[in-house]
């Protein structure tokens, strides 16, 4: 976590190294001679060539992300989660395929699907989060793919990875997952079974709510694939933003733990509410899945949401526009709370999703819990208050 990606060839100079590896900025490269052009053609991915093929920059992130995931080969940045979610799909699907998509995903990935892939003649298939090995029964001879999201976005159900990707990887079906919440520190996907580990380090990974990035790390036998397919789409990440992530990188761990724990505190809390009906926390035993994040997790990081006990909209953003520490936005990830008013239900298909009154999404931050708790409290009265006039 400190030193990954930190070659010495990239940080050395003359008399001793630099901590951090500079941003080299670079669109073309010089070469002495057409010979040495020609050469440098051969491995453009990890010695100077052309700008869009990165820098030591790039390179000390995606080495440092790699070290992270013990098994993988090699990591590819992108310029948001969007994009590497968009690409980890694309290396591993053709026309005529079939993909199982989690019914729990983050919305702009499903749309992804519903469009581009569709259009491309690539069938989408959404399945039950909590299928678990009975996803067996829904391959087809064109399943290539499943894509999960553990847990999921909005509704945080915990999905039996490991378990998926035993039947999967029978049927030598490759197995995609979105891990931006637990990242491989609380949650060592590639070990786990997965093929395709994607992270939006937009949120956890840069940590500081400036960076827009994506990755993906993927095993041996699909990394071919995916450089091709980033290239010919000219997938690129700036060096300063590479720079901003690897920065972000380094305290990952402290933030991470600090995050898990001011989230915990919160969340128990919030459960104990009359003004709460649900709290979906994977690590408490409310949230659907909560065995397989005991089972398989090593830590939970700080998004959540919770449903309130009746009420309508107007009573939620009484309860949100109330909020003094909390920023309202999308996004999360970074230092700071945030809350924001969700509605999961008419985004599923595959399995519905009900609860007693309209949801709020916390990111918990780095913030003493207590001042969110005393928020969080005003707030609810302040529901309570609204919903009570209301009659509901
Ligand atoms: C779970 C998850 N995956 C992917 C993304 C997409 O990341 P980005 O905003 O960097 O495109 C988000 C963004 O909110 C997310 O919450």
């Known amino acids: 976590m400190i030193t ?30 057409v010979e040495d052009l020609r050469e440098a053609s051969s491995h453009p991915d990890d010695q100077l ?23 993988a080969e090699a990591t590819l940045l992108y310029p948001s989660g969007v994009a590497a979610l968009s690409m980890a799909l694309l290396s591993a699907l053709e026309a005529g395929d079939e993909l199982l998509m989690v019914d729990s995903c983050y919305e702009p990935t ?10 491309q003649g690539i069938n989408v298939t959404y399945y039950d989060p909590l299928i678990g090995q009975d996803i067996e029964q829904l391959f087809t001879p064109q399943t290539r793919a499943i894509f999960m999201e553990s847990p999921g976005s909005l509704t945080f159900e915990v999905q039996d990875i490991p378990g998926i990707c035993e039947v999967a990887h029978r049927y030598s079906i490759t197995t995609i997952l979105d891990n931006t919440w637990a990242t491989p520190l609380f949650f060592p996907a590639i070990e786990r079974g997965i093929d395709l580990s994607v992270m939006a380090c937009t949120k956890y990974i840069t940590g ?17 694939k995916l ?67 005991h089972r398989d997790f090593k830590g939970s990081s700080g998004l959540f949401s919770f449903v309130l006990e009746g009420g309508d909209d107007r009573d ?6 109330s909020l003094e520490h909390f920023g309202i936005g999308f996004s999360w990830g970074g230092y700071e709370s945030l809350a924001l008013p969700v509605d999961p239900q008419p985004i599923r ?19 003493d819990p207590d001042d969110l708790i005393e928020d969080l409290a005003f707030g609810l009265k302040r529901f309570k208050a609204s919903r009570d006039q209301s009659g509901f």
């Open 208 to 224: 500081h709510s400036d960076t827009m990035m994506g990755s993906v790390t993927a095993i041996p036998s699909h990394i071919e």
């Open 49 to 71: 060539y052309y700008g869009r093929r990165g820098t030591p920059t790039q390179w000390a992130l995606s080495e440092a992300l790699t070290e992270l995931h013990p098994g």
């Open 227 to 293: 450089k091709r397919i980033s290239n010919l789409f000219g997938q690129y990440v700036s060096p300063d933003d590479a720079n901003s992530a690897l920065k972000g990188l380094r305290t990952l761990e402290v933030r991470l733990k600090a995050h898990e724990k001011n989230a915990l505190k919160v969340a128990k809390w919030l459960s104990e509410q009359p003004e709460v009906a649900w709290v979906l926390h994977p690590a408490l035993s409310s949230c659907p899945g909560h065995e397989f994040w």
């Open 110 to 119: 499903r749309v992804f699907c519903d469009t581009v892939l569709k259009a």
């Open 316 to 321: 939620r953003t009484a309860l949100i526009d």
């Open 349 to 367: 298909t595959a399995a519905s999703w009900q609860a007693a009154g309209p949801v709020v999404r916390l990111h918990i931050g780095l913030e």
């Open 4 to 33: 990954a990606g930190r070659r010495r060839e990239w940080v050395r100079g003359k008399g001793g190294s630099v901590v951090n590896p500079p941003v080299w900025r670079a669109s073309t490269i010089l070469f002495d001679s």
